[in-house]
């Protein structure tokens, strides 16, 4: 079956502008996770949604970040006017849910490049 | 706040040799996975561990889990170039929001 999805594979942007990242997750999968990795500080949580809950914010670097997860499915990142620091791969994964059983399944991720 | 730590950072290995990496975190974290990244590529779960004393194997790579010690180690035997990968081990906080360790550049040369 399909596995996580993401688009753009590869995003160049210049500094300032706004840049839309998009996640399909497996379908059926409820929970579904951003990630960041950059060199400078690893691979990091950003946010994650669990079916109809409010979701889990707490590892957005700053309110010029948000995502929202359409209908249960889809989600997209938002970064607003970025900034070279911003510079990283964006990783989505998804599981069934988020109990201790519930494998998390990552996609292929968006590399962002900020000029 | 949950904190992983790997080490080594980069691991220079001859083929057919043992070695290990160290995961170490600091406070109780429901699970603890092992991913290995290939340049370029997404994450590939290698294993899961649950609970105390849990050990997983799958061909050359083994993955044990020491609560008490709050340690995991990837154990490699053997070691062959197809192995020369980035890996990551990840402890979890609630939600399932995992928190990732700096992860083990592998080298496996001839």
């Known amino acids: 079956g399909a596995g996580v999805s993401q688009s753009p594979s590869n995003k160049v942007t210049e500094k300032g502008k706004d840049v839309e990242l998009r996640c399909d997750p497996i379908?059926?999968?409820?929970?579904l996770y951003w990630y960041r990795q950059s060199l400078g500080q690893g691979l990091e949580f950003l946010i994650y949604?669990?079916?109809?809950?409010?979701?889990?914010k707490s590892g957005l670097p700053s309110d010029r970040f948000s995502a929202e997860r359409t209908g249960g499915s889809v989600s997209t990142l938002t970064i607003q006017r970025t900034q070279q620091e911003d510079s990283a791969v964006y990783l989505c994964?998804?599981?069934?849910?988020?109990?201790?059983?519930?494998?998390?399944?990552f996609g292929p991720g968006t590399r962002l490049t900020v000029l | 706040e949950l904190k992983v730590e790997q080490n080594p950072l980069f691991l220079s290995m001859q083929e057919g040799k043992n070695y290990t990496i160290y995961c170490n975190y600091s406070?109780?974290?429901?699970?603890l996975y092992w991913y290995r990244q290939d340049p370029g590529k997404s994450l590939e779960s290698l294993f899961v561990?649950?609970?105390?004393?849990a050990v997983k194997q799958e061909g050359r790579l083994m993955a044990s889990l020491d609560t008490k010690a709050r340690l995991s180690t990837l154990h490699i035997t053997a070691a062959v170039h197809d192995l020369s990968a980035t890996y990551f081990c990840?402890?979890?906080?609630?939600?399932?929001?995992?928190?990732f360790g700096g992860g083990t550049r592998v080298l496996v040369k001839p």
């Open positions: 994964a998804s599981s069934v849910g988020t109990s201790a059983y519930n494998e998390q399944f």
């Open positions: 379908s059926g999968h409820t929970a």
């Open positions: 949604f669990q079916g109809n809950s409010a979701p889990d």
């Open positions: 406070t109780t974290s429901d699970r």
């Open positions: 561990l649950l609970s105390n004393g």
């Open positions: 990840a402890g979890t906080a609630a939600g399932n929001k995992l928190t």
